[in-house]
């Protein structure tokens, strides 16, 4: 199959065209260098797959390439593209996460929609929604039926895109699946993300930060399980117009992630808990009984072995230098104001430590891995 991947240069847009190439598919990966993270990284996402020679990659913005040229004789879309992160996603940023997330969706469907009409239809276009679509719910497990409510600006673009989607669908046959991914981590995950911060700081000796008091949970989710998803919304018949919840199948609170990063690390985990941030939900859950049925979905990677190659990639990269000096770089260009304003900087995370100045160390129950 000839396929394209948007965001192809990100976290899991990078791991998704790496297994359809391994697969014997040929991608068209298309990435816009969006400096919310630096461009080194990306970069370094592509190096594997710069080598195969059914990888042809393409610079440009959704809003701005030529649409029905990149469309042209693709079977498969993954439409990964988007601007990440919940808590940047208020004030002046909002307008970003409106062009990147609901008018790019659009105008890719758009333009998929005029293709069908010419007489060359894609066969499927898998969306990458998110659990944020769901908000603060308080029936957990979630299953796709549950109320979106979503708490944050970026969940409620996300939700959009998604509703993009299935309108298309209905009204114009489009082959849409949309996958609700629940806290992907993993090997190249963002600098902003919280597996990714916590095992830098853990070998750099550094106590960590973490937003509210640790007993909130989430469903994690190893992107290799994200990416197989992927594969399977692309060729089960019975996934088109579906929206299917993809998650790691465990709900686990950030105290025992801590305690289990100190046991794979065999370092002490010293945590700084710092007060709530706005957009921020409160529990995640899902009910993956849908995919399962539909897709044949099933996760695969435990939390303690996912965690342990993340946290080992880590390593790797530290050693080689490689690892970002300032947890600013997952904001490139953006300036020091922006960065307070939008609660993003160190400096300011560091200040809130100071609100009930809560610390707890994490002793490595298991000695060596």
């Not at 847009?13 to 990966?29: M, N």
């Not at 070998?203 to 930060?209: D, K, S, T």
């Amino acid at each position: 199959m000839r396929c394209l991947v948007t965001g192809v240069a990100g976290f899991v847009g990078s791991h998704l065209a790496e297994r359809l190439l391994k697969d014997g598919h040929s991608v068209c990966g298309i990435d816009a260098f969006i400096d919310y993270y630096p461009r080194l990284i990306k970069e370094r996402n592509l190096a594997a797959l710069r080598d195969y020679d059914d990888f042809h990659f393409i610079e440009g913005n959704l809003l701005n390439v030529s649409l029905p040229a990149l469309l042209e004789g693709v079977d498969w879309v993954f439409h990964q593209a988007a601007q990440a992160g919940v808590r940047a996603s208020w004030g002046h940023e909002f307008a970003r996460y409106v062009n990147c997330n609901v008018l790019a969706t659009q105008l890719l469907l758009e333009a998929a929609s005029e293709q069908a009409k010419r007489g060359a239809p894609v066969q499927r276009i898998v969306y990458a929604s998110s659990s944020s679509v769901y908000g603060d719910t308080l029936t957990l497990p979630v299953c796709e039926e549950t109320a979106t409510q979503p708490l944050s600006p970026y969940g409620m673009t996300k939700l959009a895109a998604e509703h993009l989607c299935t309108l298309y669908h209905r009204n114009f046959g489009l082959p849409t699946v949309s996958l609700r991914y629940f806290t992907v981590y993993g090997p190249r995950q963002r600098p902003d993300m919280a597996f990714h911060r916590f095992c830098k700081a853990v070998i750099q000796r550094e106590p960590l930060h973490i937003f509210g008091d640790g007993t909130q949970t989430r469903d994690f989710t190893f992107v290799s399980d994200i990416v197989e998803a992927n594969i399977r919304a692309a060729t089960a018949e019975g996934a088109i117009g579906e929206v299917m919840n993809i998650a790691g199948g465990s709900r686990v609170n950030l105290h025992d992630v801590m305690q289990l990063l100190g046991e794979v690390s065999n370092l002490p985990v010293e945590v700084s808990f710092v007060e709530k941030q706005h957009g921020d939900v409160r529990d995640t859950y899902a009910d993956t009984s849908k995919a399962a049925r539909v897709l044949g979905y099933a996760p695969t990677v435990s939390l303690r072995e996912g965690l342990l190659r993340e946290f080992t990639e880590m390593e790797a990269l530290i050693a080689d230098g490689l690892s970002e000096a300032s947890d600013e770089s997952r904001v490139g260009h953006r300036n020091k104001e922006t960065l307070i304003a939008d609660g993003l900087s160190e400096a300011s995370d560091e200040s809130r430590v100071g609100v009930g100045n809560k610390k707890r160390v994490y002793a490595p129950a298991v000695v060596g891995r």
